[in-house]
């Protein structure tokens, strides 16, 4: 069983303007995750009550969190040049990656939603939001890594047929014999 192929993104864009587009989203998600785990980083120790520390756990995370964005970051960027370039094998390290935050945002939210049913407490409307949210954004994912996966397939597709075009060469058998002299005023072809 394979990755589902899609013919368009979204019933109405083409498959690469769905990559460019989702390349670009991705950027801007991916950069603006990276300046907030930055900030967190940078400015968490001095609004922190403890008289400007933060815990080594806490600061682990958040830069832990900060190289996860700049990975997705850089992937992004290749997939927009991939897209531009109709590079099939460069569309490969995003849909990687975005698989497998993908895969851990799917195990996060069953995670949370478990330990939401078997909590009670005053924070539950925030957290079941925070979990919807990662949730909706892990849906969103899946569809976006099957229309780059269906864009690396017909990259692929196109240049498979570009190559089988040119390799149909028409068979000429060699000629054993003189060839017959033509009529005057006749060229051969």
Not at 9 to 30: K, P
């Amino acid at each position: 069983m394979g990755v589902p192929m899609v013919k368009n993104c979204c019933c109405i864009a083409s498959l690469h303007t769905g990559t460019l587009i989702i390349g670009y989203v991705y950027t801007v998600w991916a950069l603006l995750e990276l300046a907030g785990y930055s900030l967190l980083v940078t400015f968490a120790p001095i609004s922190s009550p403890e008289g400007g520390r933060v815990s080594a756990h806490r600061r682990v995370l958040y830069i832990a969190a900060a190289l996860v964005s700049g990975l997705h970051l850089l992937c992004s960027l290749v997939l927009i040049f991939a897209a531009y370039k109709k590079l099939a094998s460069l569309t490969l390290p995003w849909t990687i990656v975005t698989g497998i935050m993908t895969a851990l945002f799917f195990v996060m939210c069953l995670t949370g939603i478990s330990l939401i049913l078997q909590d009670s407490g005053e924070m539950l409307e925030i957290e079941s939001v925070v979990i919807a949210v990662h949730l909706a954004r892990a849906c969103i994912s899946v569809y976006c890594i099957i229309v780059v996966h269906s864009r690396h397939k017909q990259i692929m597709f196109e240049e498979d047929e570009v190559r089988f075009q040119r390799s149909g060469r028409l068979y000429r058998p060699v000629q054993t014999t003189e060839p017959t002299p033509l009529p005057a005023g006749l060229t051969r072809a």
